[in-house]
């Protein structure tokens, strides 16, 4: 389950990792890297932490996964059903895999006329051009992902309807 669910994402999170990039002006072009300047280094390191910490952090949604097949047997027996939750899964992986495909072929087709924006992790066509596009998409997706698991397994906690225990996270 876990090979799948990182299968799943891999797609997404190269392309947010490209998108972040905008934000990084350094690390855009091959000649900047090579100067190796303290101002190269620091934003590489800026960028290297920031990955980290968004990879560590996906362990908070840990209790969303069934903990072993006994659980999600039981889940099954059950025969809980939500169409509503069922229809934001499906929704939700069909909307990334789309953003996804896309931004990579854009990016891949047409870099030449489109790799210098910074919605899609250039430095920019010009002089002036903002990071809003890029800082918004990235919000969105980041909001989607820490908002879904903190909805789902942490707000139950705060209203009192589940216990918090460590044993979430095992």
């Given amino acids: 389950m876990i090979t799948t669910a990182t299968n799943a994402v891999s797609p997404l999170s190269a392309v947010i990792s490209y998108q972040l990039l905008a934000f990084f002006p350094s690390l855009n072009d091959q000649a900047s890297i090579k100067t190796?300047?303290?101002?190269?280094?620091?934003?590489?390191?800026?960028?290297?932490?920031?990955?980290?910490?968004?990879?560590?952090?996906?362990?908070?949604?840990?209790?969303?996964?069934?903990?072993?097949?006994?659980?999600?047997r039981e889940l099954v027996a059950k025969g809980e059903v939500s169409k509503w939750w069922g229809s934001y899964a499906i929704?939700?992986?069909?909307?990334?895999?789309?953003?996804?495909?896309?931004?990579?072929?854009?990016?891949?087709?047409?870099?030449?006329?489109?790799?210098?924006?910074?919605?899609?992790?250039?430095?920019?066509?010009?002089?002036?051009?903002?990071?809003?596009?890029a800082l918004c998409l990235v919000s969105i997706i980041l909001l989607y992902c820490y908002g879904t698991s903190f909805y789902l397994s942490y707000l139950p906690i705060l209203r009192g309807k589940h216990k918090f225990s460590w044993q979430m996270f095992v």
Avoid: M
């Fill in 36 to 72: 190796d300047t303290p101002t190269v280094r620091n934003e590489f390191a800026c960028l290297h932490t920031l990955v980290i910490i968004l990879n560590l952090s996906s362990l908070i949604s840990l209790p969303l996964l069934p903990r072993q097949k006994k659980e999600t």
């Fill in 91 to 133: 929704g939700s992986a069909l909307t990334f895999l789309c953003y996804s495909t896309i931004v990579t072929f854009i990016t891949v087709k047409f870099h030449d006329v489109y790799g210098c924006y910074k919605i899609f992790g250039g430095g920019g066509c010009s002089e002036g051009e903002s990071s809003t596009a």
